[in-house]
Nanobody, 115 residues
């Protein structure tokens, strides 16, 4: 099982980024896939999740209305579209797969929002 997060970078406040989580080794829509982030000196927090099966989506209040999670089963990839980025969104972002009693993490991708 592998999860590979990518798409981070440096962006100005108000800008956009799209993160990708490329997966392999399991059937994507049979697992809940989540995006988490961890800022320096802070605990890792959940940002968004897309459920297995029907793909119900969930968002932290801090990103609701600005971030969109989506899933492409054919490409085995989950995306996080991030718009109207703020400095407080600066963090390392991780993707996670959870299902069947298993829990897998990918490596992080750095997102820095700064002028």
């Amino acid at each position: 099982v592998q999860l590979q997060a990518s798409g981070g970078g440096l962006v100005q406040p108000g800008g956009s980024l799209r993160l990708s989580c490329a997966t392999s080794g399991f059937t994507l829509d049979e697992y809940d896939i989540g995006w988490f982030r961890q800022a320096p000196g802070k605990r890792r927090e959940g940002v968004s999740c897309i459920s297995s099966g029907d793909g119900t989506t969930y968002y932290a209040d801090s990103v609701k209305g600005r971030f969109t999670i989506s899933r492409d089963n054919a490409k085995n990839t989950v995306y996080l579209q991030m718009n109207s980025l703020k400095s407080e969104d600066t963090a390392v972002y991780y993707c996670n797969a959870n299902g069947y009693g298993d829990n897998y993490w990918g490596q992080g991708t750095q997102v820095t929002v700064s002028s």
